[in-house]
């Protein structure tokens, strides 16, 4: 199915609000990247090797990644050549429709693992500052919305704040924290949020954890012994390992997702503050050089802000300036 067609799909059975939120949360990005796109178009009306590098350009400068580009260029110059592409008004459809395959593999597990019945624990790790805390409240308030029943853990004993942080999270959409005093074990903190939670009889666990100790080899380690505890009360949990990365911060949420995902079994990625870079072409670098699938993204300040992530809603939002009808209907 072309991506017209998943689109228009998509616009039937999901609310129209959603597709606007992409549309407008990517707005920084679609000014400075399909506008070039366009104007590109608009330069050069034959496909060729000038045409081709300068494309390179703009997506390098939107944070996609030297190898994604490569690899991404070389598909467009097969496809190019396979559908003997001369004009490059019909290549921009190519583009969209390789942006969204680049964002999706056939095998990716996108939806969150929540357990029917039983206890789902989800982990969240990154370093500080960028916004794993608000992601957790935002996600509490996202399952509480869907009918679930949602506690928080205060696994982040070590910066100053996190636990005060984390409770405000709590107290805004009415989630109770479980938390010991500054600087106390973890581990300790989320053994007792699992022991409350499974005798509460509570559907998902939310355990925030330290976005940076004296060196990466603590760190990790202090994850591992996390996950040990967990593992031990609840066979196969964590359900879910997310790792949380500043879109703002271009490659180096690219590298800190690289350290992560080696270092522990991380299951997807939430990306925050898309909306406040222009570089969110970082999404595409991410997603297939670390073969990790992208969960939810955040796309405002406020609680509701946080939406699990759509290839196709994020390549529209990319390019809904200048792609509005399906070129096979035209063509009919």
């Known amino acids: 199915m072309s ?13 129209e609000s959603v597709t606007e939120k992409f549309k407008e949360g990517l707005s920084k990005t679609r000014n400075s990247f399909s506008n070039r796109v366009n104007e590109l178009i608009k330069n050069y009306r034959t496909v060729d090797e000038e045409f081709f590098e300068e494309l390179e ?9 030297v190898t994604t580009v490569m690899d991404l260029i070389d598909e467009l110059k097969d496809e190019a050549k396979r559908q003997n592409i001369k004009d490059t008004e019909k290549l921009q459809v190519v583009i969209s429709e390789k942006l969204a395959e680049f964002l999706q593999k056939e095998d990716d597990n996108v939806a969150l693992n929540v357990k029917e019945g039983e206890l789902t624990v989800i982990l969240f790790v990154g370093v500080n500052g960028v916004g794993k805390t608000t992601s957790i409240g935002k996600l509490a308030h996202k399952l509480k919305q869907e009918g679930k029943s949602v ?13 005060d942080q984390l409770q405000v999270w709590g107290d805004r959409v009415g989630v109770d924290v479980v938390k010991h005093s500054e600087g106390s074990d973890p581990a300790a903190v989320v053994y007792d949020a699992v022991k409350s939670a499974k005798s509460r009889g509570v559907d998902v666990l939310l355990c925030d954890t330290a976005g940076r100790l004296q060196n990466k080899v ?15 009360e609840i066979p196969g949990a964590p359900h879910e390992v997310l790792l949380v990365v ?3 911060t271009g490659q180096n949420a690219m590298s800190q997702a690289k350290t992560f995902s080696q270092a522990t079994d991380v299951t997807g990625l939430v990306l925050t ?11 595409l670098a991410i997603r297939h050089e670390l073969d990790l699938p992208v969960k939810f993204v955040g796309l405002g300040e406020k609680v509701e802000d946080l939406y699990e992530f759509d290839p196709d809603q994020f ?18």
Do not use: H
């Open 151 to 163: 506690m928080m853990a205060a696994g982040d004993t070590f910066r100053a704040g996190a636990i």
């Open 57 to 65: 350009e703009i997506l390098i400068e939107a944070d996609v990644g």
């Open 315 to 332: 390549v529209y939002g990319l390019f809904s300036n200048v792609l509005y009808e399906d070129p096979e209907e035209d063509s009919q």
């Open 3 to 15: 991506f017209f067609k998943r689109m228009k799909e998509k616009f039937t059975t999901q609310s």
């Open 273 to 283: 503050k898309l909306d406040g870079t222009a570089k969110g072409g970082i999404v």
């Open 218 to 232: 603590n760190l990790m380690n202090e994850l591992e012994k996390i996950k040990r505890v967990i593992g031990r």
């Open 246 to 248: 500043d879109a703002t």
